[in-house]
């Protein structure tokens, strides 16, 4: 049999994304509504079926987003969240007017426990508000998707009858959340087929599963469930998401790929795009990859070991199950210096899998320029840390204009700061218990603000004293909690930049909200 037949014979399971809505509900995780694009254009590029953008009546940020991915995107179905209230419903419904294939996904939580103490309604009211809930996103739209949330934890045959319920009312998609991660792949296995076996009508709708990885089941459950009926599976890029996150896009992907041997499915997914959508959603998020990650981390494709290494020379087979450009990782050919032109620079970035229009890689190409000249060897992981800090700067309004530190043994340590706030520049110094602690009292006195700082984190991108310092910082106020990430040559230079990176996005989420916004929290009703 040739590829082409066999590729015809798979069945397609359906890729739907929620890094922006379940992957941003991280706390720390909120990208802005320009860095939801971004992240929504990339996954549009890389074939993603389905497009949670978010949650319309969360925040007027979150309607913003949906609203404006809804313009934009034209392949990939574009989906907004609702409660199961007509509010909601008719938030979600107005945000994706625009869309040229829009999806409402309604949910309702379908367990004892949820519905006892959350929602405190009993099992029939529940079930009113799923045909209710259907049908009012029916007006707005032909697809519609139904979740039972905490389904795993649910009565099965209630399940069902409210699956049921919800195909009748017109629902085209019934997802099968595992929201808190609690299930085992062979017993989630086993609730896809006794659905399947239950439900009258479920030849009219496609199985969705959602599941979360609180045991780091996520992936592995997803894929059962998809073996036992499901075609379309919920997933986030480098599996961000509430708690310990979602089942991972590139770990489903991936599997259902390189184990077409035992999974006779495909995916539309353009894995040569996994790289770059994971890099953009760790550079707006903050959230860095663990460099042992499966299939997008850092050491992924890297082979330590003299054993490892000779035979990889050998043959690549010998210790590699996928090939990195697969994933969109080229083999690196390069190292870049200061000699290294215009054309080396596009190349590399190339192999990383970054594609920049043209005034982007200007830039970028002047930041390169920049680094060499202070660094003699630019690693590839250097190049990462520079596009992914020019990404952030792209609307930052506060910025670091100039820094000036003493510290040592013989002095107090002071800054001096100059900082261009929406392109007026303020100046402000400080003293501090050292030249870090400075300089953020010192940014402190050019725009105050009452945020708590919760985490400061420094390492090395590479080795070597030239070596860059990539700085995490996050600070928090009134519940809500802002990343800003940095790197620079100079590690105080990086924490400040970080801080003002941080504190950006608080401001305008501050901003938003005094302007009638509201803010992520939500009124504890269904
Ligand atoms: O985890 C969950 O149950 C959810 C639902 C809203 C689908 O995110
Ligand atoms: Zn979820």
Redesign the pocket.
Known sequence: MTAKESTFERETVLIFDTTLR?GEQSPGASMTVEEKLRVAEILEEMGVDVIEAGFPIASEGDFRAVHEIAKRVKRSVVCG?ARATAADIDRAGEALRPAERGRIHT?IATSPLHMKYKLQMTPEEVLERVRDSVRRARRWTDDVEW?G??ASRSDRDFLCRCIETAIAAGATTV?I?D?VGYAHPEEFADLIRYIRDHVPNIDRAVISV?C?NDLGLAVANSLRAIEAGARQVECTVNGIG?RAGNAALEEIVMAIRTRADLLPFRTNIDTTKIMAASRLVSAVTGFTVQPNKAIVGANAFAHESGIHQDGVLKHAQTYEIMRPEDVGLARSSLVLGKHSGRHAFRRKLEELGYHLGDNALEEAFRRFKDLADRKKQVYDEDIVALVDQEIQDLDQRVRLESLRVECGTECTPRAEVALAVDGAVRRAEATGDGPVDAAFRAIREAVPHEAELRLFQIHAITGGTDAQAAVTVRLARDHRVFHGHASDTDTIVAAAKAYLAALDRLLRAAERTREGGGSRELPPAV
Do not use: W
């Open positions: 379940d969240l949910f979740s949330e905490d997802n959340p929201t959602h979360h509430e």
